[in-house]
């Protein structure tokens, strides 16, 4: 795998699995905010496209010692992204402050590779133009260009709220480079009804997320890979730091 | 010197040559690679000035204020509002989709009169002269049934029909509200029931949903999320009983899986852990109360009845007992058909624990007061059952109205037993339906009014049930004309109402509003905001009173907010109805039957809306496989009546049946099938349109003795293989 | 005689097809210099014809009356229709070329409060996201044309295959100028 920057600033996303009721509002609120049109077969997992979506996690035993939890899954904006090591035309990279990776639509030609190197199947490829009811255009936003059939699509990290915190920091004469917790937050952080997700610089021991990341309940999805994600999960029961780190029953986490 | 062969290639190649040192090719390759970017069946996106508009929600039955992202005017998307209370920035998956909603497919965008089996667009002047002509008709045989839990325009319909003498025909779609208003009314409490959450060290939520359909959900997610910074141990303590893990049960630190519709017995049961700890109450009845759950409801009863183990019970009374800010909210696992027997005897305990009218317990807040006259009160439309009333009509015990009016609701397809409640509903005479969307009410309509949507009218939100404090909070129109040729319900009856000789005393629903909101502003309460917080004020911080324009604050979003609670006498702990009530309930169950209990979500939409476009993709594969309904069983429940994931089995009750997939999970508790709701529409668009069946076919509204609430949470399906 | 045809044959050949040569050269260099942009852009003119020079001129306006910074930061860089309704409220009736102009806007944009379809000559697609507040430091006119001393709006060449504005900066001007100030030309600084 190929070398990558490390940033002074971090964009990083904590969930706290425990607070997450699996209610969807993440999901929703990601859907409408970065045009992702609603298609008709989306009962149909296989036909539906989500930058956000929500795994179900179980620890296995039968009713009634069974405990159960939701887990939502954004990008992971890998610190080591398999997807961008495999990208044949430079469409998807992770060369920006924030370490948010990118995904560059026109510049995509469709091959997949990255969304077979996601071990995180993060990563959506339209089979379809996205068609929207008629009128319902009307709706879409000015924060995500529209993709056409053919190219593949992920989670920014509301890239663009970032953008637009900056121009408001420039405004107000501020600092853009030193944004105040929660002047930038994504769609589906907002959205969330019971505050399950918290989002800052983890290199900025001022935004909560530094602190909540390094928490004895923090854990990161396939930590093992070495991929080292910017999303991480907390949790206070072990059966889920277990199986969100997907560690085989011998080698416990170190 | 003729042109020969040579002098057409020379002429070629130079050609050739040349335009190799002209942009030609490389400008033309170019610009067809932009054009490959841009198709024009794709939709372009706006670009003018993003700006913040303020309303309230009025889709989302929890009554959050919006945040709406407008480009060139238009709304876009809807967030919550931070500075609202009821929001918090919390929004539901109904409030997030009032701006698309706008554009759905489903809409009704003509007034439409039925002729023969089709419908025909009419002009909006022959609808309101056919409307006034109807209700001249009518005459005291009409009736109305309203989706708006809780708005202004339930005064202009109850008042309608007061005029027309027949106020005791005005029902609300069953909810929550009524039912726990209701138990309220029986136990000799005054006002309107709150949970302060907020301020609450230990919630116990029996059955109710509180954070998906049970009283103000975004409130009650806000305050649990407050509690709760994810670095220190939680504030509070949250644990659910009920018979799936609920939205609520996913967040609490415990689910005590219980029989649905049982929740009644549990809180019983623990009044009798109380009591016999020591708790005591002033109430009259106490002594009849001691004696009741004493005998009846001792643990080892308790767990014959709901499932419980008895030193489960026990933990809990301890939990609630070493508790300083104790809570109880009973409800139903749905957001509907609950007994009334469970909101009485959770109010019990709450009476018990001497958690009413105190920061952290059950509040009794105040109405505002009606403007409109002879409309009735929320306590008076909380008596009026609308089931029961139906029940009624389809038994051929009360004559069918000859006009029924359905204001924003789906009554063909939202009750319980529905194909029997659809028949009875369509006896009626004439059937007039304020409907923004082509429900399966407004299908089997004879005259279908368009109604502006939220976003493209003036209306309200008072007080949601399960708020703590009185809350009042405007909903204006964002867009500068409706989408369709729609006009807001309430100004529709008002000119109808005015044209068939019964003025209400207003001549549009905005000067009515304005009328409401002077009114509203004398309560001597504050506008909320970051120093104005109404659960601070619960907790007995001084909150400065608002003076200045109300509506012009009122239109920017905020919250009128009165955080001071309806003072009690004569509260008892509603003995004698409960032993009434629950005569029957240790009566066993049918052999064979299976306990049925629903999950209903917000993002499967509602029963007047239906599955919003961009919610359907969050319905779970768990709910929804493709276009079947997919019923829920755990291991065991499943070899008990031998049946494998994925198999097709047949749900029946006692007005109709519905099938389903089977799908294995332990979330649901042994003896206990559990199916969503919302799903099955025979209307609206393709997104919501014959995706899985109505589980409320298969529900039995059972009407509950002493209390006459009509309840379903308790219901039982027969289960066989397909 | 065989040979002496042949051999001037190829001289003669020779000759024509280098002159052949010169003529099909210079005949593609002009039809692709000069005859293809006229292929591929066509040429529009704004829906008014707008004066800068006379509002700036003659009215005294500053730029930033109407090309303003919201108080998101993001530039409003066109003036809404109610702006040029304040003063363009109520036609002038007059009979100069001006006032006919003017009336157009009245009645066309104005009365109905319909927006006026400005063409933007450096209009940047869907996938670009461009922030003014981050270029405050540059002059407007090292990106835009000098339009403040204008009579009239120049003509705005559209590419009739890609509908994009010739006069329009391409990725290339921005990549340079970015990495010729250090800064970051990562694909998100520009795109959405």
Same mark, same amino acid.
């Given at each position: ?69 939701? %887990? ?106 030193? %944004? ?75 | ?6 002098? #057409? ?37 706006? &670009? ?112 309608? $029909?007061? &005029? ?277 009410? /407004? ?56 044209? /068939? ?11 009515? $509003? ?46 009128? #907010? ?21 005569? /029957? ?7 064979? /039957? ?24 969050? #319905? ?9 309904? #997919? ?19 047949? $749900? ?71 | ?192």
């Amino acid at each position: 795998m190929s070398e990558f920057k490390e940033f002074a600033t971090k964009w990083g996303l904590v969930v706290d699995l425990d607070k997450c009721t699996g209610c969807g509002a993440c999901m929703i609120s990601c859907q409408v905010e970065n045009n992702i049109a609603p298609v008709v077969e989306a009962s149909n997992k296989l036909r539906s496209l989500n930058w956000m979506w929500i795994f179900e996690m179980t620890n296995g035993k039968a009713f009634p010692e069974n405990d159960a939890a939701f %887990l939502p899954r954004p990008c992971m904006q890998c610190g080591k992204p398999p997807c961008v090591s495999v990208c044949p035309v430079v469409a998807t990279d992770k060369n920006e402050e924030g370490g948010i990776v990118s995904q560059i639509y026109p510049r995509c030609i469709g091959c997949r590779y990255c969304v077979g190197a996601c071990p995180y199947h993060a990563r959506y490829f339209n089979w379809f133009d996205p068609i929207w009811p008629e009128g319902m255009e009307k709706a879409i936003t000015p924060h995500a260009s529209t993709r056409p059939r053919g190219v593949v699509e992920k989670c920014t990290l509301c890239h663009h709220r970032w953008n637009y915190a900056k121009e408001k920091a420039r405004q107000e004469g501020k600092d853009p480079s030193a %944004l105040p917790e929660n002047a930038y937050v994504p769609a589906c952080v907002e959205a969330c009804p019971t505050g399950a997700m918290y989002f800052g610089d983890l290199k900025n021991p001022k935004h909560k997320v530094h602190e909540l990341a390094k928490s004895p309940n923090a854990f990161r999805l396939l930590e093992k890979l070495g991929t080292n994600p910017q999303v991480y999960y907390v949790s206070a029961r072990e059966w889920v730091r277990k199986q969100g780190d997907n560690q085989l029953p011998a080698k416990e986490k170190a | 010197m003729g042109v020969d062969r040579r002098a #057409v290639i020379g002429l070629i190649a130079g050609g050739a040559v040349g335009t190799m040192f002209t942009p030609a090719i490389w400008k033309t390759t170019g610009s067809i690679a932009l054009w490959s970017q841009n198709w024009g069946w794709i939709p372009r996106i706006p &670009k003018g000035e993003r700006k913040y508009a303020y309303t309230t929600s009025k889709l989302c039955p929890s009554g959050s204020g919006l945040k709406v992202l407008t480009v060139d005017g238009l709304p876009l998307t809807a967030a919550g509002n931070p500075a609202h209370p009821l929001s918090q920035g919390g929004v539901s998956a109904l409030g997030l989709s009032e701006c698309y909603l706008l554009y759905s497919p489903a809409r009704v965008k003509k007034p439409l009169l039925k002729t023969g089996a089709q419908f025909k667009e009419i002009s909006w002047d022959e609808a309101l002269g056919l409307l006034a002509d109807k209700l001249k008709a009518a005459g005291g045989k009409a009736a109305a049934i309203s989706g708006d839990q809780n708005g202004t325009a339930n005064e202009v319909i109850s008042a309608l $029909l007061a &005029k027309l003498g027949c106020a005791d025909k005005f029902f609300l779609m069953p909810s929550e509200g009524q039912a726990a208003g209701r138990a309220w009314q029986l136990m000799g409490g005054h006002g309107l029931i709150g949970y302060d959450l907020a301020n609450a060290d230990t919630v116990l939520a029996l059955g109710a949903d509180l954070f998906e359909s049970s009283g103000a959900t975004m409130l009650n997610a806000r305050s649990y999320s407050a509690q709760r910074s994810s670095l220190d141990k939680p504030a509070a303590k949250l644990v659910y009983v009920g018979s799936q893990r609920t939205t609520t049960a996913y967040a609490s630190s415990k689910w005590v899986p219980c029989l649905p519709g049982r929740e009644a017995a549990v809180a019983l049961g623990l009044a009798a852990l109380l009591i016999k700890g020591g708790a005591s109450s002033d109430a009259p009845d106490f002594a009849d109360f001691k004696a009741f759950v004493s005998a009846g409801y001792t643990p080892d009863k308790v767990e014959a009845l709901t499932g419980i183990k008895a030193e489960v019970l026990e933990k809990l009374a301890k939990k609630l007992t070493e508790a300083k800010k104790p809570l109880v909210v009973a409800g139903s696992e749905f957001g509907q058909g609950a007994p009334g027997a469970a909101y009485m005897a959770a109010l019990a305990v709450n009476i018990l624990l001497k958690r009413i009218n105190v920061p952290g317990g059950v509040y009794a807040t105040p109405e505002f007061p009606k403007v409109v006259d002879g409309a009735l009160s929320r306590t008076q439309m909380a008596s009026a059952d609308l089931v029961k009333y139906l029940s009624s009509v389809a038994a051929g015990k009360t004559p069918a109205p000859e006009l029924l009016i359905t204001y924003d609701a789906n009554p063909a397809f939202g009750l319980p037993q529905a194909p029997a409640m659809a028949k009875a509903l369509a006896g009626a005479g004439f059937k007039a339906a304020f409907a923004s969307f082509m429900d399966e009410t /407004a299908a089997q309509a004879d005259l279908v009014l368009p109604a502006s949507l939220p976003m493209e009218r003036y209306d309200d939100v008072v007080s949601p049930y399960g708020a703590p404090f009185a809350v009042y909070s405007l909903v204006k129109p964002l867009l500068k004309k409706p989408v369709h040729d729609t006009k807001a319900a309430c100004d529709v009856i008002l000119a109808a109402a005015a044209k /068939a000789g019964l003025a209400l005393g207003a001549d549009s629903f905005e000067k009515l $509003l304005k009328t409401k909101v002077a009114a509203v502003a004398k309560s001597g309460g504050f506008i909320a905001g970051k120093d104005a917080s109404p659960s601070a004020a619960l907790a007995g911080k001084d909150v400065a009173a608002f003076s200045g324009d109300p509506w012009k604050a009122l239109m920017e979003g905020a919250a009128y #907010v009165v955080a001071s609670p309806v003072k009690q006498d004569g509260l008892t702990l509603g003995t004698k109805t409960l032993a009434a009530a629950l005569k /029957a309930d240790g009566a066993k169950a049918e052999d064979g /039957a299976l306990a049925l209990t629903c999950a209903y979500k917000t993002r499967s939409g509602s029963p007047a809306v239906g599955i919003p476009a961009q919610d359907l993709t969050a #319905v779970r594969d768990t709910e929804l496989a493709g276009t079947k309904t #997919v019923a829920t069983l755990n291991a065991a429940t499943a070899k008990m009546f031998k049946l494998e994931a994925g198999e097709s089995i047949k $749900l029946t009750g006692p007005a109709g049946e519905i099938s389903a997939l089977v799908a294995l999970s332990e979330t649901v508790m042994t003896g206990v099938v559990a199916v969503p709701m919302g799903f099955g529409h025979t209307a609206f668009d393709d997104f919501s349109k014959n995706k899985g069946q109505n589980v409320l076919a298969v529900m039995t509204a059972t009407e509950e003795p002493a209390t006459g609430v009509n309840s379903w949470s308790g219901s039982k399906v027969k289960i066989a293989k397909i | 005689m065989e040979d002496r045809h042949s051999a001037k044959q190829t001289c003669g050949g020779g000759v024509l097809f280098a002159i052949m040569f010169i003529v099909g050269l210079a005949g593609a260099l002009v039809a692709g210099w000069w005859g293809f942009p006229q292929l591929l852009y066509s040429q529009n003119s704004q829906p008014i014809r707008f004066s800068h020079k006379v509002h700036a001129e003659a009215g005294g306006m500053e730029c930033k009356q109407c090309h303003t910074y919201a108080a998101s930061g993001q530039y409003v860089g066109l003036p809404s229709t109610e702006a040029c309704g304040e003063c363009h409220a109520d036609e002038t009736g007059g009979k100069s070329d001006s006032d006919k102009e003017i009336d157009k806007l009245v009645k066309t944009y104005v009365q109905p409060n319909k927006p006026i379809p400005w063409l933007t000559y450096q209009f940047q697609p869907d996938n670009v996201f461009f922030s003014h507040s981050a270029h405050t430091g540059f002059e407007c006119v090292s990106c835009h044309p000098d339009v403040a001393k204008m009579d009239n709006p120049p003509v705005y060449y559209q590419d009739r295959l890609s509908t994009y504005s010739k006069q329009t900066m391409r990725m290339p001007g921005c990549e340079r100028c970015h990495a010729e100030l250090g800064v970051n030309n990562a694909c998100y600084v520009c795109h959405k």
